[in-house]
């Protein structure tokens, strides 16, 4: 599986932005989409993430009420709608694919995703 993310930016705080992630090869039912940010310094985190077959989705706390997380099967694409960013939301973000189908309480991990896609860099100014 392939990733290819994009849509970063620079904004201002209170603005918005879609990432997309476009899949290409062997995907398989069942599998879930995550997105997660890395600011520099820290960690990467989970941001959110959508099952492909049914749309099961979850979101960290964080962007809840914000980030909207979608996806077009016929395309195998998927996105991440940002509205009312802020400084805090500055980082390069990553979509990632898991192996197979996942349980929802695994989607929350880096490590459980071997699929990633290259970093988009999103920048809030305030």
């Known amino acids: 599986v392939q990733l290819q993310a994009s849509g970063g930016g620079l904004v201002q705080a209170g603005g918005s932005l879609r990432l997309s992630c476009a899949a290409s090869g062997r995907t398989v039912s069942g599998s879930s989409l995550g997105w997660f940010r890395q600011a520099p310094g820290k960690d990467r985190e989970f941001v959110a993430a959508v099952r492909w077959s049914d749309g099961t989705i979850r979101y960290a706390d964080a962007v809840k009420g914000r980030f909207t997380v979608s996806k077009d099967n016929a395309l195998n694409t998927g996105y991440l709608q940002m509205n009312n960013l802020q400084p805090e939301d500055t980082a390069d973000y990553y979509c990632?694919?898991?192996?197979?189908?996942?349980?929802?309480?695994?989607?929350?991990?880096?490590?459980?995703?071997?699929?990633w896609g290259q970093g988009t860099q999103v920048t809030v100014s305030s």
């Open positions: 990632a694919a898991t192996a197979n189908r996942l349980v929802v309480t695994g989607w929350y991990e880096p490590r459980n995703y071997p699929y």
